[in-house]
């Protein structure tokens, strides 16, 4: 029996629930605000992670974007296939697997950051009532 709850009161309550139907919402506009360069919110943001001057390791882009390893691996593909990550061994280990941008995925990324840039305001506007430095902490605090 459950206690009596009803699927409108966890709807109402639930922080999780809330969350992902949240994010849901983000990336859609994100994606949206990239479908023209041919790219979703998430390749942006693996793209947007190799932005440095050394490869990084798969699992050290992994931390750093909070995805499993297999998952990233998946939504490298594409970006691989597309010529715009390229992988290498790394210099400290020739067994390790680096990333970086190529050329393309250079431009593709110049191109990508004033539409990110405007899709970022945007959020930032939604944001404005609950102060988005607060906000980003208090959810920091859920990790």
Same mark, same amino acid.
Do not use: C
């Given at each position: 029996?459950?206690?009596?709850?009803?699927?409108?009161?966890?709807?109402?309550t639930c922080v999780c &629930?809330?969350?992902? @139907?949240?994010?849901?919402?983000? $990336?859609?506009?994100? =994606?949206?605000?990239?479908?023209? #360069?041919?790219? +979703?919110?998430?390749?942006?943001?693996?793209?947007?992670?190799?932005?440095?001057?050394?490869?990084?390791?798969?699992?050290?882009?992994?931390?750093?974007?909070?995805?499993?390893?297999?998952?990233?691996?998946?939504?490298?593909?594409? &970006?691989?296939?597309? @010529?715009?990550?390229?992988?290498? $061994?790394?210099?400290? =280990?020739r067994r390790v697997r680096? #990333?970086?941008? +190529?050329?393309?995925?250079?431009?593709?990324?110049?191109?990508?950051?004033?539409?990110?840039?405007?899709a970022q305001a945007d959020?930032?506007?939604?944001?404005?009532?609950?102060?988005?430095?607060?906000?980003?902490?208090?959810?920091?605090?859920?990790?």
């Open positions: 029996m459950t206690a009596k709850l009803t699927a409108n009161d966890i709807g109402a &629930l809330g969350i992902r @139907k949240a994010a849901r919402q983000v $990336a859609r506009r994100y =994606d949206d605000a990239f479908r023209p #360069l041919g790219i +979703t919110s998430g390749q942006f943001s693996i793209l947007a992670a190799l932005l440095r001057e050394e490869p990084v390791a798969l699992g050290a882009l992994a931390d750093t974007l909070g995805m499993d390893r297999t998952t990233l691996n998946r939504n490298l593909k594409p &970006l691989e296939q597309g @010529k715009l990550v390229a992988t290498s $061994a790394t210099k400290d =280990d680096g #990333l970086s941008l +190529t050329e393309k995925g250079h431009t593709l990324l110049d191109r990508a950051i004033p539409i990110w840039r405007r959020s930032e506007r939604r944001l404005t009532a609950t102060q988005w430095p607060r906000f980003r902490s208090q959810l920091r605090a859920l990790g």
